[in-house]
């Protein structure tokens, strides 16, 4: 070797060359092993020298195991139900999935559990309504279910926008504030 070449190191998988070991123990460690994850099925563990190549195998040899559920409203597939349920829900408009505490909405299962368990909807219920027995997680959610479903909606003021629990109280604050 003359004194000005330097000595060059070489990955044996790809033949790609280095100038430092530590390099190439880098490329080896984190390039590699990162093209040899995208490129192996993860069914059988089986490798290929390409992602194309992996996907063909996927189409042909685990055709079976893959992709079985098809949504009814488009041409997509999917490998689990939940996923397809999620699909329906985001793209088709299916249910929507509402926290019983806050009433906000979610597409997606796993959202709405991650949601309650910061909202305080994962704890048991103990709050019962007096006129269907039905129960509630916290004693907020009760009072909009008594006022949503038994008292009717939520009274506005259409003068000033004030928001009333009782038709009464809208009453009496329209005779005594707006005095009509």
Do not use: P, W
Request: proline share 0%; with cysteine.
């Amino acid at each position: 070797m003359n004194k000005g070449t330097k000595k060059r190191y070489e990955c044996k998988s790809c033949n790609k060359s280095y100038t430092t070991n530590s390099r190439l123990n880098f490329h080896v460690k984190n390039v590699r092993q990162t093209a040899i994850r995208r490129t192996m099925c993860l069914v059988c563990n089986r490798r290929f020298s390409s992602l194309c190549n992996l996907k063909v195998h996927q189409r042909y040899v685990h055709a079976g195991i893959q992709k079985r559920q098809a949504c009814k409203e488009c041409v997509k597939r999917f490998s689990s139900k939940r996923d397809l349920a999620d699909h329906c829900r985001q793209y088709h408009g299916a249910e929507k999935l509402t926290c019983e505490l806050c009433h906000a909405e979610f597409g997606y299962i796993r959202n709405l559990k991650r949601h309650a368990q910061h909202c305080g909807a994962d704890k048991k219920k103990t709050h019962t309504c007096d006129v269907c027995q039905k129960m509630y997680r916290s004693k907020r959610a009760l009072n909009v279910h008594t006022r949503v479903k038994h008292l009717g909606s939520i009274c506005i003021c259409q003068i000033c926008g004030k928001n009333f629990e009782r038709k009464y109280s809208l009453s009496g604050h329209l005779k005594n504030v707006h005095k009509s």
